[in-house]
């Protein structure tokens, strides 16, 4: 089945260490994009990527790295500079930038301890 | 800034009991407005896609429509399986022309509904 794979579902981060999620997609898209969803909030756009090997800072990228070095592949690393990280991580493609629909991964909740 | 707000944030209803949300939206051009769906602790599912004044969308009990300032998503006949956060966002459209596809959501209404 096509689709787009979050990994892990939770994931804990002790103070002061750097975490990577992880975001596969199999439906040939060229655009991914990480959201990150607080309770009550919307969702908030952290970083996107158009093609392979490029990307552009979303609204709150501070404290956030990502890199696109395959089209399948989106990973997000959550800093020790972001201050707050706690939250739900949402991965999403969509055909090409600017297209209609963008289909969203089943998210990994970040909890610090 | 584009801006999306939802109303009610949460909406109890029984089952039957036909309702509607709302979503007003602010941007300098709609490319697009979208509807989803959220179950808790699960990654939103699409559910339709708006793009001009006057346009209806539906999708079983579910109609959307859409005027210049606003979004309207219809319950009619609501089961509990309905029950869910509804989540709005809209795309605006690049007046370079070449949008990155970027959605500015709002903060959603959650839907129960009650056998």
């Known amino acids: 089945d096509g689709g787009i794979t979050q990994s892990p579902k939770y994931l804990f981060r002790k103070e002061g260490q750097n975490v990577t999620l992880s975001c596969e997609q199999n439906?040939?898209?060229?655009?991914m994009y990480w959201y990150r969803q607080d309770p009550g909030q919307g969702l908030r756009l952290i970083y996107y990527?158009?093609?392979?090997?490029?990307?552009q800072k979303g609204d709150i990228a501070e404290g956030y790295s990502v890199s696109r070095e395959k089209k399948e592949s989106f990973p997000l690393t959550v800093t020790s500079a972001q201050k707050n990280p706690t939250a739900f991580y949402l991965c999403?493609?969509?055909?090409?930038?600017?297209?209609?629909?963008?289909?969203f991964g089943q998210g990994t909740r970040l909890t610090v301890v | 800034e584009d801006q999306v707000t939802q109303s009610p944030e949460a909406l109890r209803l029984q089952e039957g009991e036909s309702s509607s949300l709302n979503c007003s939206y602010t941007?300098?051009?709609?490319?697009?407005l979208f509807w989803y769906r959220q179950d808790p602790g699960k990654g939103p599912e699409f559910l339709f896609t708006?793009?001009?004044a006057g346009e209806e969308k539906e999708k079983e009990r579910l109609k959307a429509t859409l005027t210049k300032k606003e979004s309207f998503l219809h319950i009619t006949a609501p089961k509990p399986e309905d029950s869910a956060t509804y989540l709005c966002?809209?795309?605006?459209?690049?007046?370079?022309?070449?949008?990155?596809?970027?959605?500015?959501f709002g903060q959603g209404t959650i839907l129960t509904v009650h056998p």
């Open positions: 990527s158009q093609i392979v090997n490029d990307f």
């Open positions: 941007v300098s051009g709609l490319r697009g």
């Open positions: 708006l793009y001009s």
């Open positions: 999403a493609s969509s055909m090409f930038s600017g297209s209609s629909e963008a289909f």
């Open positions: 439906l040939n898209h060229d655009a």
């Open positions: 966002a809209v795309q605006a459209s690049d007046p370079g022309g070449t949008s990155y596809g970027k959605l500015t």
